[in-house]
């Protein structure tokens, strides 16, 4: 079965920086497109970034991280990066992982969610 792990959050500084990672395991056949998305306490959860592959490929942020996070793929491990430099107290949320992938088993593109992993930016 597909699974999606995150790593890569943690405590820090306004400011400061951090990378988020998620791996993708499992009979995965193609990935269509990897994204990040965060929630906050009280809100809705909301697209940070997206990654697409093959035809058309692009990235794809939310105005309010544009300039400031990077989202990247290894496309040899099948795993998604989300860059996040001069943090504010704002970004705090928990970061979800997702992915629109065909696997062995499904043979049809679902979307997959990983745990989540929590960000929080001090003032």
């Known amino acids: 079965q597909v699974q999606l792990v995150e790593s890569g959050g943690g405590l820090v500084q306004a400011g400061g920086s951090l990378r988020l990672s998620c791996a993708a395991s499992g009979t995965i056949s193609s990935i269509r497109d990897m994204s990040w998305h965060r929630q906050a306490p009280g809100k809705q959860r909301e697209l940070v970034a997206a990654?697409?592959?093959?035809?058309?490929?692009?990235?794809n942020y939310a105005d309010s991280v544009k300039g400031r996070f990077t989202i990247s793929r290894d496309y040899a491990k099948n795993t998604v990066f989300l860059q996040m430099n001069s943090l504010k107290p704002e970004d705090t949320a928990v970061y979800y992982c997702n992915s629109v992938l065909n696997s062995f088993s499904d043979r049809t593109f679902r979307s997959y969610w990983g745990q989540g992993t929590q960000v929080t930016v001090s003032s």
């Open positions: 990654i697409t592959s093959g035809s058309g490929s692009g990235t």
